[in-house]
């Protein structure tokens, strides 16, 4: 089994910033890419920002030069910096991991994490 664990939400004014982190831990062999998702009230969960491997990123047009997404192989670690932020960023804040367990028969699924709320008041 994998497990992934947001940390890094909470309340901020709008302008602020907050740090998300995630990271994945358990029978883990290779993860392919990590990324956050958001889900606002009466809303589909849609993707914010991914990061691939092979160091490849990719960002919602809504966050594009305002968030960060960055990684930490070594700890399968995963992190969003949220710069001026914006109260249409209030949501819950998911992680979610593509993973190839080590267990037989190695197989690749996709985990997620509880989610992690982001409130932002204006």
């Known amino acids: 089994q994998v497990q992934l664990v947001e940390s890094g939400g909470g309340l901020v004014q709008a302008g602020g910033s907050l740090k998300l982190s995630c990271a994945a831990s358990?029978?883990?062999?290779?993860?392919?890419?990590m990324g956050w998702y958001r889900q606002a009230p009466g809303k589909e969960r849609e993707l914010v920002a991914a990061?691939?491997?092979?160091?490849?990123?990719n960002y919602a047009d809504s966050v594009k030069g305002r968030f960060t997404i960055s990684g930490d192989n070594a700890k399968n670690t995963v992190y969003l910096q949220m710069n001026s932020l914006k109260p249409e960023d209030t949501a819950v804040y998911y992680c979610?991991?593509?993973?190839?367990?080590?267990?037989?028969?190695?197989?690749?699924?996709?985990?997620w994490g509880k989610g992690t709320l982001v409130t932002v008041s204006s």
């Open positions: 979610s991991a593509q993973v190839q367990s080590f267990v037989p028969p190695m197989t690749w699924r996709d985990y």
């Open positions: 358990g029978s883990i062999f290779s993860i392919n890419a």
């Open positions: 990061i691939y491997s092979d160091g490849r990123t």
